[in-house]
């Protein structure tokens, strides 16, 4: 009898998950190389024509291939999901490790600091951001990652609270281990479990957050192309040339939707003891 391959359903999360995200970060890479198109050129003898063999995705209101442009506008959002997830990881780990190791009184200012953060919509926050230091891909990657930060602190106090009484810390703080070392080697394993879908979800909020941000102009600025920005400029002829919303809009949900499967298949791997 052929063997029966048996799946547990955090692997076709993970498999899915991964599928999905893989396809829009090979374009992005793929994109660095090649481009079928000219996503800048504009042609009025192709203002609005459908997908055809030529142009796979159709061309927009100006005549310029849809399918360089997504391949193109993929790459800021990518870009500043990871990076902006990296720099909201790096401040949460030294907000969330200081207030969870010495508690007390600068316990007690961090996290009010994080409440007060976490108190606004993200994207509110964000805009405001944006609107002080000045539109651009670094200050939108700064604005993310300061906005996004105070939820990292929190599982990083919460669970160094949780783990600093425990016997083998305790042990490694009668050896003398110092500080650093207790918390890299010591703490922060401890809490893989629940950094890393954490990690994931935000990399896809952000990404939502960035789309967002560049649908309203605040974002990435015209003439680079960002998914965002695509959707803004198809809004106005969702109707006459959909394709121009709807290729955008489907690498942004494989991004998004890709991301969340991950997590939930790392989460799900994770409490089944799987990792």
């Given amino acids: 009898m052929p063997k029966i391959i048996r799946y547990h359903p955090h692997s076709l ?29 504009t042609d009025s ?25 997504v391949m193109l506008g993929i790459r800021p959002t990518v870009m500043i999901s990871l990076l902006g997830i ?19 009184i600068l316990d007690n200012i961090l996290m009010l600091l994080t409440d007060s953060i976490m108190a606004f919509p993200g994207i509110l926050l964000a805009l405001v951001f944006v609107a002080v230091i000045g539109k651009g891909m670094t200050s939108i990657i700064l604005g993310f990652g300061i906005v996004f930060a105070p939820s990292y602190a929190r599982i990083f106090r919460t669970g160094i609270r949780q783990l600093k009484d425990r016997e ?21 394993p401890g809490l893989v479990h629940q950094l890393a879908p954490a990690v994931v979800v935000g990399i896809a909020n952000m990404a ?13 600025q015209v003439p680079d ?14 109707t006459s040339a959909p394709w121009m919303v709807i290729f955008p809009s489907l690498f942004l949900i494989f991004y998004v939707l890709g991301l969340y499967f991950l997590s939930e298949g790392i989460r799900m791997k994770y409490k089944a003891g799987g990792v």
Wanted: proline share 6%.
């Fill in 225 to 238: 192309p960002s998914l965002g920005n695509l959707l803004k400029d198809g809004q106005s002829y969702i």
């Fill in 86 to 104: 990296a720099i909201a990881f790096i401040l949460g780990m030294i907000i969330g490790s200081l207030a969870g190791h010495f508690g007390g």
């Fill in 168 to 188: 083998y810390i305790l042990q490694a703080k009668l050896l003398g281990v110092k500080t650093p070392r207790l918390l890299f080697v010591h703490l922060f």
């Fill in 13 to 41: 999360f993970l498999i899915v998950g991964a599928a999905f995200v893989g396809i829009v970060l090979f374009l992005a890479i793929l994109s660095f190389f090649f481009l079928p198109g000219n996503p800048f050129a």
């Fill in 208 to 220: 939502l957050a960035e789309a967002g941000l560049s649908y309203l102009g605040q974002g990435v």
């Fill in 45 to 69: 003898a192709t203002k609005l024509a459908p997908p055809d063999p030529s142009h796979l995705f159709g061309c927009d209101h100006e005549g310029r291939d849809v399918l360089s442009r």
